[in-house]
């Protein structure tokens, strides 16, 4: 049987003025190590970290080579490097018995005023249709859902920022089948439950041929500062 390191590293971001594009990698990495779990290609990937009261708190989920997603979990760390997991997980969050999401995919969370909002992405058990969907809560670990997915079917890895008056969400889709194209939306929303799509057309436009985004153009993180709005995204190209 195959086996996953789960492991959680460590990237340190030197910012000098607006430049967030330097970044050392921790050198006690992995600051978070699993282990080789109980064989059945068991890993995790932590999707959500928040910094509040001088603690940071980490929002991470299971998954297993075999049954896909299995639990979201929960840690906290006095400096980022040094993690409690809880053994047990506290979150209180099931994506089973309803039809369009069995199987979760990304999630962020944005607390907002006392509440934690969670916006998630799910499948059918098929993966054929995707889903996002929207869950709240008091503490972090006790969620309600949205009764209804949000928006459906669409993409995956949805990230919302909220500039004080509007909530703007990016997901991943794509419209090019063979082979895939993966294509960055925005959809913008008054109260982060009703959506509306921003354009047909992507909110990122592909590289030029041959260059290192080219082909796909996924984005994994959306930040609004204050002033402007940042976004961290991942390309790729036909060859690599």
Known sequence: MKFFLVIISLFLLSLSGHSQDTWYKYPGNPVIDFGEGDGSGFQACAFEILHEDGVYRMWFSNWSWDKSFTSLNFGTSPDGIHWDIF?????????????WDLGLGFFDILKIDSTYYMWYSASDTNQEYWGIGLAYSADGLDWVKYPE?????????????????????????????????????????????????????????????????????????????????ELWYVGQDLVN
């Open 87 to 99: 053994d047990a997980s506290p979150v209180k969050f099931s994506c089973q018995g309803r039809a």
């Open 149 to 229: 997915p949000l928006i459906y079917p669409t993409g995956g890895i949805p990230q919302v920022a909220f500039n004080g008056k509007q909530y703007y969400m990016t997901w991943v889709g794509h419209k090019q089948f063979r082979p895939f194209r993966f294509e960055t939306y925005l959809e913008i929303s008054p109260d982060g439950v009703h959506w509306k799509l921003y354009s047909d057309e992507p909110c990122i436009p592909h590289g030029e041929a041959g260059s290192w985004d080219s082909h796909d153009v996924l984005s994994m993180c959306m930040n609004f500062n204050g002033s402007f709005f």
